[in-house]
């Protein structure tokens, strides 16, 4: 259980620096950059779920192919 909660405050965390980012680049009128900072943020959360689904899969095999 430590490892979810662990992985939900990375994600959140990620998701607090690229809005802060985000927003920064938006008031100095850089609004590309903010929308590439926004898009690499998405992109590394989604890297992180699909590392997780992989392993809960792997998990779900083993339980039920008994190896």
């Known amino acids: 259980m430590n490892i ?3 992985a939900i405050f990375q994600i ?5 620096i690229v809005a802060m980012i985000h927003t ?4 100095m009128g850089k ?3 903010a929308h590439w900072v926004t898009l690499i943020g998405f992109v ?4 992180m779920v699909v590392r997780m689904l ?4 792997q998990q779900i095999k083993t339980i039920f ?3």
């Open 4 to 6: 979810e909660v662990n």
């Open 12 to 16: 959140a965390g990620i998701g607090i």
């Open 24 to 27: 920064v680049l938006k008031q």
């Open 31 to 33: 609004e590309d950059m």
């Open 44 to 47: 590394v959360v989604l890297f």
């Open 54 to 57: 992989d392993s809960l899969f």
């Open 65 to 67: 192919l008994f190896q």
